[in-house]
């Protein structure tokens, strides 16, 4: 955690760095920047254009895994996604938000998705179009990976760190 407690700190160029696990987040995601829905193609191209811009000074951005979503899911926060619903993700992230963000694994066709109020991991087809609401928001680590405890299952709430 940071000197002042807080597990989110906003470094003041549209990211916030993650310091139970070292990672550095996206402020606003790709819907709140573009003010559209992207494919999993579509979310790709997003992270290719802020490496090639340097966002924030760097150029290692990358679409999370399904666990960097699980670790970001917290079932205490209340924020509100584009349309007024409840997502569990921290407050210090702007409301107007997705709920479904894009992650990196694929298989075939499909290419996991992360459900924000549902707590949920899930295989979506790479096509999908745009009114399925699905963006993205990309991270990077920001040092040394920190050893975290798993939960048992990427499809449910089973244990909590």
């Not at 707590?119 to 087809?125: A, F, H, Q, S």
């Not at 009114?131 to 499809?155: D, I």
Request: overall charge neutral.
């Amino acid at each position: 955690m940071s000197d002042d407690g807080e597990r989110f700190q906003d470094n003041d160029d549209g990211t916030l760095t993650d310091t139970k696990y070292q990672l550095m987040w996206l402020k606003e995601d790709s819907y709140q920047i573009k003010g559209k829905w992207c494919t999993w193609k579509g979310a790709k191209k997003f992270v290719d254009k802020l490496n090639e811009e340097k966002f924030a000074g760097f150029s290692d951005w990358k679409l999370p895994s399904s666990q960097d979503c699980r670790n970001l899911y917290d079932h205490d926060s209340k924020n509100t996604d584009f349309n007024g619903d409840i997502v569990h993700i921290d407050y210090m992230f702007p409301e107007g938000c997705g709920f479904t963000y894009w992650c990196e694994e694929e298989n075939g066709f499909n290419a996991m998705a992360y459900n924000f109020y549902s707590d949920r991991g899930y295989l979506v087809r790479k096509k999908t179009k745009d009114e399925s609401f699905m963006s993205c928001r990309p991270m990077r680590k920001t040092g040394v990976a920190v050893k975290k405890m798993r939960r048992l299952s990427n499809t449910g709430r089973t244990r909590r760190e």
